[in-house]
Every structure is written in structure tokens, then in C-alpha cells.
């Protein structure tokens, strides 16, 4: 594969994080150890927050609405529906089924819901209505008994009113303010007041992540998500205002985000070049935006589509978007991303807000071996067996067989057990 840079990003070192590792570490043996009185003193320390109780109040939650303009109440409601109907799709694909594996081994799988889990939704920058709306969502089609939130409080010492709606909307169980890496540790090894969880999904920051690793194996996590990525791939055809105004939208996330743009033309690699320059300058975020493509954006063009697929592959993106004359016909070819984008009408930004797929997704090339956030991983598949005699007779003389070459001496004797009382 070969491609021509027209735009780098900046080359960046690899550093470890040892003082994030430490911090998050003395935040999480503190909850462990103190449990409710640990949360308090870390909320009033990051968020100067000291309320009476973390929990939101029934009343308060579904106050929620009134506190939104209707639109943005219908375009919530109309989000949470949108994405229960996927996961509810995608669940009637995860089947369980009871098959004769051979004469006498009847074998079965079995879909058991998790018990419990919580869902984080980010403050920071912006209001996270997705996160929460995604996280949930599965969770709920899926049959998990006992589904808690949280979300940290805002400056006006609250969650924001469209989370709060959207947590209350999906019928939550427990809503909690609070958030960072001490949201993370009460979910996992509950407070007095805080019963743990099975399970934690939902982004974050670099100490949610690093609490998320911490606690894995405690419980379950979704996975650690990075900044959000985005490539483009696009022909002659393309418009380069649809791809700066993705690209932009994009990087308006954080200034950590990777974007790019892979070509097969030139004239359209300059032409998004100047688009996104313009674009940028009127965006009241542009500050973020600017930051994150300056350092991170990438544009380059490439002789063939399939050179594009292969730097695509490489790239390994948590979104790609077609923009080709053709964009079914790179579906089967293309192997690395998190969720995909099909022609210049289907914008990533849908995705992130109303369109209701998988929501986490993996970042920092984990899409290689990893998909996005569904409702199959609050679901665990678990494993069942019947063996008659006739079938028993044979797995116990194989069994034999193995054990006696390991040297498993008393797996040897419990199928020779059975083998001897059956030949009498």
C-alpha cells in the first residue's frame, strides 16, 4: 500500500501514566476502605459537591423534563426508542438451543442476564445524553435486574436535566451524581449506602478509564475507551463540505480526537483541506476543533479504493464513513473498525446522538480484536450437558485414554469409575 500525505498529524510519544495509576489507586483503596465517607470527601475535593444524599430523588428525576425544551424531550424520547428497537433486534439474534451433539450427548446453551450493573455517563465538556441513553439501553433489553446510573454534577450541582430525563425515561433503578474515579470504586465495591454491580460500562476520562482497569476482575467492564476517531474514505465523487463538517464535528469532542481523510483524489484531499479551514472559523468550538485536527488530523491520498481499504484496515478507526459512488461495495473488504458509516447521508454525528447502534465502541486500534458496546455483554452464555449411558461408555474410555498420557490420575479414575459399573 501506498498513499501521499497531504496533511500529518504530530508524531506522539507513548508515555506511561504512573501518577494517574496512583492516584486512581489511593482514590479507590479510600472507597473500599471508607466507603460513603470516602465518596463525600472526594466529591467535595473534585466537584465541590456536598449534597445530603448522592441519590436522586424519585421526584427530582422525573422533574427532569419539565427543566428541557420539548423538542429536546420528543428527540430524547424518540433516541431511547430508537435505540431499544436495535438492541432488541440484536437480541433475537443471541439464541439458546438444546442440540444432540452425537447419540446419547444431549448439549445446551443457556442466555443468563447479569444481575446488576451501572452505567457511567460523563460530565466534562458536554452533556452526555448519549452515553447514557447507550449504556442502558442494552442493559435493559437484555434483562438485567438491577440497573444503576451516574453522572457527575454540573455547575449548578446537579446532573444535567437531558441525562437525568434520559436515565429516568429508560426506567433506571438507582441514579446516583457523582462521577470520576470514585464513581467507578463505589460501583465496584459498594458504600454502606451503595450496593456493588456486576458490571460497569460507560466512557470517561483517563481516571475513570484507569479505575475501570483497576477494578476489572472485581467485576466486569465494557471496555476502556479512548478520545473518539473517525476516518473518511472517499473518491472523486465526494463533497468536501460533507467531509470537513464531519471531520469538524469530530474533533469538537476533545483535542485528543484522531481524524482523517483517505482519498483516491487529490483535488478533493486540498478541497477538504480548505473546507475544513472555513468550516472551522465558524464553530463556536473551534477552539477544541482546531486543537484536535492541527495536532491529530490526517489526510492522504491513495491510487486505488483498495489502497484506501488497506490504509483504512491499518488505520483502524472506532468510525469510518463511506463517501465513494459506490460505498456497498467496500462493505465485505472492510475488517477494523468499531461501526460504519455507508454514503455521504449517513453522517457519523447521527450515530453519536439519535440513530441508536452500539454506543461505547473501542478506540485506540481494539477494534481489531473488539466490537462496540451490545446487548450481548450483559448476557452470559453459559454451557449444559446430559449423557446417557451408551454415550457415556465411549467419552469414558476417551477420557481414559487422555488421562492416562497426562497423567491425571484421578480424572482417570472418575470415568473408570463409571466404565467399570457399567460393564457389569
Not at 449504556?135 to 446532573?159: D, F, L, M, Q
Request: aromatic share 8%.
Amino acid at each position: 500500500m501506498q498513499y501521499r500525505e497531504i496533511k500529518k498529524a504530530t508524531p506522539h510519544t507513548k508515555e506511561t501514566q504512573p501518577q494517574v495509576e496512583k492516584t486512581v489507586y489511593s482514590i479507590l483503596e479510600k472507597i473500599r476502605q471508607e466507603g460513603d465517607r470516602a465518596l463525600i470527601y472526594y466529591e467535595k475535593k473534585f466537584d465541590n459537591y456536598e449534597p445530603e444524599t448522592f441519590l436522586v430523588s424519585e421526584e427530582d428525576a422525573v422533574a427532569a423534563k419539565k427543566k428541557l425544551p420539548k423538542p429536546i424531550a420528543e428527540e430524547i424520547d424518540f433516541s431511547v426508542e430508537r435505540a431499544i428497537s436495535f438492541a432488541r433486534i440484536q437480541r433475537k439474534s443471541y439464541i439458546e438451543f438444546e442440540k444432540e451433539l452425537s447419540p446419547g450427548q444431549i448439549v445446551g446453551q443457556k442466555l443468563i442476564p447479569l444481575e446488576s450493573c451501572g452505567c457511567y455517563a460523563p460530565g466534562g465538556r458536554y452533556p452526555s445524553i448519549t452515553s447514557a441513553i447507550l449504556t442502558i439501553a442494552p442493559a435493559k433489553v437484555a434483562g438485567v435486574k438491577r440497573i444503576i446510573a451516574c453522572s457527575p454534577p454540573g455547575p449548578k450541582g446537579a446532573i444535567d436535566p437531558g441525562v437525568l430525563y434520559a436515565m429516568q425515561k429508560m426506567g433506571v433503578n438507582e441514579i446516583y451524581c457523582f462521577g470520576g474515579a470514585q464513581a467507578i470504586g463505589a460501583f465496584a465495591y459498594g458504600t454502606e449506602t451503595i450496593r456493588p454491580v456486576d458490571f460497569i460500562v460507560g466512557p470517561g476520562n483517563q481516571y475513570v478509564n484507569e479505575a475501570k482497569r483497576q477494578v476489572f476482575g472485581t467485576v466486569g467492564i465494557d471496555m476502556l475507551a479512548g478520545p473518539s476517531e473517525c476516518l473518511v474514505i472517499a473518491d472523486e465523487t465526494a463533497r468536501a463540505d460533507y467531509i470537513a463538517a464531519d471531520l469538524v464535528a469530530q474533533c469538537e469532542h476533545d483535542p485528543s480526537v484522531r481524524t482523517g481523510l483517505v482519498t483516491t483524489s487529490e483535488e478533493l484531499a486540498l478541497k477538504t483541506m480548505d473546507e475544513v479551514e472555513r468550516q472551522l472559523k465558524d464553530r463556536t468550538t473551534q477552539e477544541v476543533a482546531r486543537r484536535s485536527w492541527e495536532d491529530n488530523g490526517v489526510i492522504a491520498v491513495v491510487d486505488t479504493l483498495e489502497d484506501a481499504i488497506a490504509f483504512a484496515n491499518e488505520y483502524a478507526p472506532e468510525h469510518i464513513e463511506i463517501h465513494t459512488s459506490d460505498p456497498r461495495a467496500l462493505l465485505p473488504y472492510l475488517k477494523n473498525y468499531g461501526t460504519l458509516f455507508l454514503g455521504e447521508n449517513t453522517p457519523e454525528v447521527y450515530a453519536d446522538k439519535v440513530s441508536g447502534l452500539n454506543h461505547p465502541l473501542p478506540t485506540g486500534g481494539s477494534v481489531r480484536f473488539s466490537g462496540g458496546l451490545w446487548v450481548g455483554q450483559f448476557l452470559k452464555v453459559v454451557t449444559y450437558q446430559e449423557v446417557d449411558e451408551k454415550a457415556s461408555k465411549a467419552l469414558a474410555r476417551l477420557t481414559e485414554t487422555r488421562c492416562l498420557y497426562e497423567g491425571m490420575d484421578a480424572h482417570r479414575y472418575a470415568a473408570a469409575i463409571r466404565l467399570e459399573n457399567m460393564q457389569k
